[in-house]
């Protein structure tokens, strides 16, 4: 990776067809912002072959909702999230999408952090998608980019390799890059996972505003739903191959699990892979 100094003379050259087609396709798909729900999904299956995991779903993601996705580990969290991304296709019902703008946080775990990244480069791949043949990034992407950055407790970190960061700036770093992107629904796999508690309240405040700021969905699985309370309004609990929706204020995992919650699982969560 070059070194360059994005303020002033930006450089890095990224494009080709997959950009291009990328690019292309979120142009082609934008919700409406006076409809209120963005994805519905009506008396769907998921499953891989002839196996279903997850049927008779029936859900609706709304601007400004925070949902927690919760329940024991292999139930069908990671299908779930396949299949709401659009990486699995129902066999039966419909998943019906009233926008593509999504984005993305993975787990900090699964970044290399040897990659030879800065804090700044790694947020600008979240510009990718709106690239347009060969060119070079904007002097306003870089500015967003750092002020992402900064708004998440990461000022004076931009040039700094993601090898001399911590899992908790990594993942907030991880945060800035779907941001970039400026999605409508925000899928978030365990953001606390090895991430210390100030880096997990800065995280779901930045999402909080967002929600209520922009309408920005956030749909976010954990198996540490104490650390998420305050920042959902409902739950998804997934058991049986069912998910029910549930009232935040009502949910108690422990009465639902018959056990602790801290004794179901702590050991994270399923991976969302292509």
């Known amino acids: 990776m070059p070194s360059w100094t994005v303020r002033t003379r930006p450089f890095w050259r990224l494009g080709g067809w997959s950009c291009r087609r990328q690019s292309q396709a979120r142009r082609g798909k934008m919700a409406d912002r006076t409809i209120a729900h963005l994805m519905d999904v009506r008396g769907a299956q998921l499953g891989y072959?002839?196996?279903?995991?997850?049927?008779?779903?029936?859900?609706?993601?709304?601007?400004?909702?925070?949902?927690?996705?919760?329940?024991?580990?292999?139930?069908?969290?990671?299908?779930?999230?396949?299949?709401?991304?659009?990486?699995?296709?129902?066999?039966?019902?419909?998943?019906?999408?009233?926008?593509?703008?999504?984005?993305?946080?993975?787990?900090?775990?699964?970044?290399?952090?040897?990659?030879?990244?800065?804090?700044?480069?790694?947020?600008?791949?979240?510009?990718?998608?709106?690239?347009?043949?060969?060119?070079?990034?904007?002097?306003?992407?870089?500015?967003?980019?750092?002020?992402?950055?900064?708004?998440?407790?990461?000022?004076?970190?931009?040039?700094?390799?993601?090898?001399?960061?911590?899992?908790?700036?990594?993942?907030?770093?991880?945060?800035?890059?779907?941001?970039?992107?400026?999605?409508?629904?925000?899928?978030?796999?365990?953001?606390?996972?090895?991430?210390?508690?100030?880096?997990?309240?800065?995280?779901?405040?930045?999402?909080d505003k967002l929600t209520k700021e922009r309408g920005l969905a956030a749909l976010t699985v954990t198996h540490h739903y104490d650390q998420l309370a305050a920042h959902v309004d409902s739950v998804w609990w997934i058991t049986n191959g069912t998910v029910e929706v549930l009232d935040a204020k009502d949910f108690n995992p422990a009465s639902l699990l018959g056990r602790r919650w801290s004794d179901v699982d702590s050991a994270g969560s399923e991976e969302v892979t292509g």
Do not use: H, W
């Open 49 to 207: 072959g002839a196996v279903p995991i997850l049927r008779d779903l029936n859900l609706r993601i709304e601007r400004g909702q925070r949902v927690a996705i919760c329940g024991p580990n292999g139930v069908g969290k990671t299908t779930l999230f396949r299949g709401l991304l659009g990486s699995l296709s129902p066999s039966v019902g419909v998943i019906e999408r009233l926008t593509d703008r999504m984005g993305y946080l993975p787990q900090s775990e699964r970044l290399d952090p040897l990659f030879p990244l800065t804090a700044l480069e790694l947020v600008l791949q979240g510009a990718i998608p709106r690239l347009s043949g060969v060119r070079t990034f904007s002097n306003g992407e870089v500015s967003r980019a750092e002020g992402l950055l900064s708004s998440l407790g990461l000022r004076g970190q931009e040039r700094v390799l993601l090898s001399e960061l911590s899992g908790g700036q990594r993942q907030r770093a991880l945060l800035a890059r779907a941001l970039l992107a400026d999605p409508e629904i925000l899928f978030l796999d365990e953001p606390t996972s090895g991430v210390d508690i100030e880096a997990a309240r800065v995280i779901f405040e930045q999402v």
